[in-house]
C-alpha cells in the first residue's frame, strides 16, 4: 500500500475520532492518535495535512453531503462513511494537486476496507454527483506552478505587478 492510501486511511480515522470526541483539542488528539502509529514522516504530514484541511473546511463539505445525499440526513449516514465522504470532498474541493476521480477511487477502497462492501457503492455515487459540479477535470491536476502548497481559502486571488 502506498504512503498516499496510508495518509488517507490515517486521515479518516482522525476524523472519524473528531466526530465522537469534538470537544477534545484538536492537537491533543492528534498527538494521541500519531502515539499509537507506526507511519513514516510523509505519511504522518500528508495526513495530518488532510485531516486539518477537511476539518477546517467541515460546514461547506457537509452542504455538499447534504446537497446531493438524497432521502439521507448527514447524521444517518454511518460515522465512518460520512467522513470518507468528508475527506474525499476535500480532496476534490480543496486539493487541485489531486485529480478527482483519483479521490473517488481512494475513497471507494477505504470505505470497503473501512466500512462495507454496500459503502462503497454509497460513496461512490455521492462523490459522482458532487464530482460532476466540479470546475475542473476529473482527470487532471493543476500545473506544479499554479498548486498552492497549502489549501486554498477560496478563490484564487491575483498575482501582485
Known amino acids: 500500500m502506498g504512503n498516499r ?9 482522525i476524523l472519524y475520532l473528531r466526530d465522537l470526541n469534538p470537544h477534545e483539542p484538536l492537537d491533543d488528539a492528534l498527538r494521541r492518535f500519531w502515539e499509537d502509529q507506526a507511519y513514516d514522516s510523509e505519511v504522518r504530514e500528508f495526513g495530518e495535512t488532510l485531516a486539518r484541511g477537511a476539518l477546517a473546511q467541515r460546514a461547506a463539505l457537509d452542504e455538499q453531503i447534504r446537497r446531493v445525499a438524497e432521502n439521507w440526513e ?5 460515522v465512518v462513511d460520512r467522513n470518507i465522504l468528508r475527506l474525499a470532498i476535500y480532496e476534490m474541493m480543496y486539493r487541485d494537486d489531486v485529480p478527482p476521480v483519483v479521490s473517488i477511487n481512494e475513497a471507494i477502497e477505504i470505505a470497503k476496507k473501512f466500512s462495507t462492501k454496500e459503502s462503497g457503492k454509497f460513496v461512490n455515487g455521492i462523490l459522482d454527483r458532487i464530482r460532476k459540479d466540479l470546475p475542473r477535470p476529473a482527470r487532471t491536476v493543476k500545473p506544479a506552478a499554479d498548486t498552492p502548497s497549502e489549501p486554498s481559502s477560496g478563490p484564487p ?3 501582485p505587478s
Open 5 to 13: 492510501r496510508q495518509a488517507r486511511e490515517a486521515a479518516v480515522q
Open 157 to 159: 486571488q491575483p498575482e
Open 74 to 78: 448527514l447524521d444517518r449516514i454511518a
